[in-house]
């Protein structure tokens, strides 16, 4: 089989208004990036096609390290759908440098199902994340001219100042740095640091937006710290939000592209699924739902992580209100949670698979959770056994849930007919709104735990003084309406990264309450989060070259 990037240069990709004109859109409708790259303008999204318009998410069970193949599984669902008959656009997040440079790769898909152009889309695209990153800096720069300002400041106390500035890239050397040294000219000396583009919260703003009048007065709104008489700091407080908004008067709009077999998709904006709610921009969502009969997107990691934000924080958010979910399955994850360590996933255990059904089980449980129907699909790969794929069919079989082996990795659209017939007959049958999981207006302890032990199936809550604190200071704020978006680990239900399978009867330790005003939403950390990745010792970085024509190679 040949290499992601050996099939993505071997097709011929076609001019992105042929593309365009697949969505009934002409040359004068789009902005064009070349002759394979667009954007798309606001004045595009239509109210009354939305409505109509079927919108399935594509999520997962707690995967390994290398991810379980979320999005390979919705573009080959896409291509799928539309081979059967239904106009479908597929809308998914940007890739962040970070990961292509570092361990795990791009994000373009696999195999025969990527969207394209690969190298491009993996590679700066439209510099939208470089527009999220220069406005981010841009308010960390005024902040710490402001504490330099000895008249006409606002009095910041630069011990509350939580924003850090942020870079695309993986760097750990940048997690804690301290500015201003030098002396009095050279600012105001305080410990801060970087964050990798992705965590920053004006991406989680920019893809919950509605257009960009929204998007200035979110930004304005992003929570700065407290001056030394103890009054809250805003963005706005700096008259930062409309310097901040022009810098992203084209990062707002979503972009055009193509997958392997011609069929429109539109990415757009890459937030983290565990401390923010990790799916593609609101405005991408409801471009997709404006110009096609289906669309397929995806959550971050997990169901209980992205997913459940896209539902709770996003779809309430939005008014969506999607019709499907696609569970992604992988024989290696269900090993894994069986207890098989990751360096002996490629060896067949049928035991272990059954052992890590559990897991999956509870995922199931959790959608349903939503009033949304589930189909689980199994992502193939090509050292499963026929088995191991039994022993999950048979386990699975009496839940009343469709079960489809997926080969799109390998035969695109063909690979995921299966998958696609089930969804069609799901969604044209379902016309049930879903359900949230909890109301903004209740306590902020209350949604806490009602996600912990709802969705993660923990048996209480534990606060440490500092989250009391920040829950104190949540509430003099005026700010306890808002959504929580609880970050965690990924590799577990639980708020241990150790206990794999379906832990049962954990404490989750809230540590503390981060305020995302601008977002919209509260963040309770469990556990420790990284938002400044490091490099593997053998970063992806040394095997990408380009040759003298141009030609990029080693991306995967």
Known sequence: MPSDIDIAQSIVLSDIKYIASRLNLEEKDIITYGRHKAK?????????????????????????????GKTTMSIGLTEGLNQLGKKTTVVLREPSLGPVFGIKGGATGGGYSQVLPMEDINLHFTGDFAAIEKAHNLLAALIDNNLQQKEGGLGIDPRTVLWKRVIDMNDRALRRTIVGLGGTSFGVPRETGFDITAASEIMAILCLSDNLQDLKERLGNIFIGF????????????????AMAALMKDAILPNLVQTGEKNPAIIHGGPFANIAQGTNSVIATRMGMSLSDYVVTEAGFGFDLGAEKFFDIKCQSA??????VVLVATVRALKYHGGVPLKELHEPNAQAVEAGLSNLEKHIENISLFNVPAVVAINKFHKDTAEEIEVI??????????IHVCEAW???????????RSVIDIVENNDKPFTPLY????????????????????????????????????????LEALPVCIAKTQKSLSDNPKLLGRPKDFVVTVREIEIAAGAG????????????????????????????DGNISGLF
């Open 40 to 68: 798309l303008p606001l004045s595009l999204i239509d109210s009354e096609a939305i409505k109509r318009s079927k919108l399935i998410l594509v999520s997962a069970l707690s995967p390994t390290p290398a991810g379980e």
């Open 227 to 242: 001056t030394y008489d103890k009054q809250p700091v805003y963005a706005r407080d700096l008259k930062a939000q409309g």
């Open 410 to 420: 390998e035969k695109g659209g063909a690979g995921a007919l299966d998958v696609g």
């Open 439 to 478: 109301d903004w207006e209740w306590p902020v302890e209350k949604k806490i735990e009602t996600v912990a032990t709802k969705i993660y199936g923990a048996s209480a809550i534990d606060y440490t003084a500092r989250a009391k604190a920040d829950l104190r200071k949540i509430k003099k704020l005026g």
């Open 521 to 548: 939403f509260l963040v309770p950390i469990t556990g420790n989060i990284m938002r400044m990745p490091g490099l593997p010792s053998k970063p992806a970085a040394e095997q990408i070259d380009i040759d003298a």
């Open 319 to 324: 008014g969506l209100s999607p019709k499907a």
């Open 393 to 402: 069919k048979k386990n699975l079989s009496g839940r009343g849930v469709p």
